[in-house]
C-alpha cells in the first residue's frame, strides 16, 4: 500500500536561510505521480508541485526546489533564501489507487516556522 | 480562490446531534474528494465521487454519509457526532479521467467542526 513519511515534524529556521523538507514515500506502482501541497496558516491546502516517477531531474521553481530520487524513493522539497511567508505545514502525498480510481495519501506534514 | 466552496466554514455542536457539511466542485471538474484532518490521524481520505456516482471510500465511519447531487456538488453528512470527529473537513475536486494517478486535487478552504 502506498505510504508517505515526513520524518519532521516541526522546523525552525531563521529568515533567509534554506530549508529542506524531506519525504519518503512508498508504493506498490512502477509508475507514479507525486506531489507536495502547502497548508499556509489560513488553513487552506494549496498545491505546490507534481512529478512523474519517469522524469527524476530536479525541478526549480523560483526559491523553491524539488529533488526526485527514485532509488532512495524520496522526494524532498527544498526553499531557498527562505522567508517569513513560508511558514506553513508541507504535505508530501502519493496516489493510491482503488477500484479504478485514484486518491491521494498525505504524509503527516511538516511544519515550517520561519522566525524573521 | 481555488474555486472549490465549502460551506459552513466553522461549525460547533454538541454529541449525538448530526451536520451536514456542502461542497461546491470547480466548475467543469466531476470528481469530489472529502478528507477529514485531524490533530492526531493528519489527512484522511474518507470518500470520493464521480458524476454523481460512488467510486472509492476510504477511513469513513458508518455514522458518516455523502452523496454526489445531479448538479455536482456534494454534501458530506456525519451523524451521531462525538467528540472524536471534531476536525477540518476538507472538500475537493479534479477534472477526469479518474483512474490517474496524475489528477491534481484542488480543494476548497476547509470546514471545521468542533463537537462538545
Known amino acids: 500500500a502506498q505510504k508517505v513519511t515526513q520524518a519532521q515534524t516541526e522546523i525552525s529556521v531563521v529568515e533567509k536561510e534554506d530549508v529542506t523538507l524531506d519525504c519518503v514515500y512508498e508504493t506498490r506502482d512502477t509508475t507514479y505521480y507525486l506531489f507536495w501541497y502547502k497548508q499556509p496558516p489560513s488553513g487552506e491546502l494549496v498545491f505546490l508541485i507534481r512529478?512523474?516517477?519517469?522524469?527524476?531531474q530536479n525541478e526549480i521553481s523560483g526559491r523553491y526546489s524539488w529533488n526526485f530520487q527514485k532509488s532512495t524513493s524520496s522526494f524532498n522539497f527544498t526553499i531557498t533564501a527562505s522567508q517569513v511567508v513560508d511558514s506553513a505545514v508541507y504535505f508530501c502525498a502519493v496516489p493510491y489507487s482503488g477500484a479504478g480510481s485514484y486518491q491521494l495519501t498525505f504524509g503527516k506534514g511538516t511544519k515550517l516556522s520561519v522566525i524573521p | 480562490d481555488s474555486g472549490v466552496t465549502q460551506t459552513p466554514k466553522h461549525l460547533i455542536t454538541a454529541t449525538g446531534q448530526r451536520v451536514t457539511l456542502r461542497c461546491s466542485p470547480r466548475?467543469?471538474?466531476?470528481?469530489v474528494y472529502w478528507y477529514q484532518q485531524s490533530l492526531d490521524q493528519g489527512l484522511q481520505f474518507l470518500i470520493q465521487?464521480?458524476?454523481?456516482?460512488?467510486?472509492a471510500k476510504g477511513n469513513i465511519l458508518e455514522r458518516f454519509s455523502a452523496q454526489q447531487f445531479p448538479d455536482l456538488h456534494s454534501e458530506l453528512n456525519l451523524s451521531s457526532l462525538e467528540l472524536g470527529d471534531s476536525a477540518l473537513y476538507f472538500c475537493a475536486s479534479s477534472v477526469a479521467p479518474i483512474n490517474s494517478g496524475a489528477n491534481v486535487l484542488t480543494f476548497g478552504a476547509g470546514s471545521r467542526l468542533t463537537v462538545l
Open positions: 512529478r512523474n516517477s519517469f522524469d527524476e
Open positions: 465521487y464521480y458524476n454523481g456516482e460512488e467510486r
Open positions: 466548475s467543469g471538474d466531476l470528481s
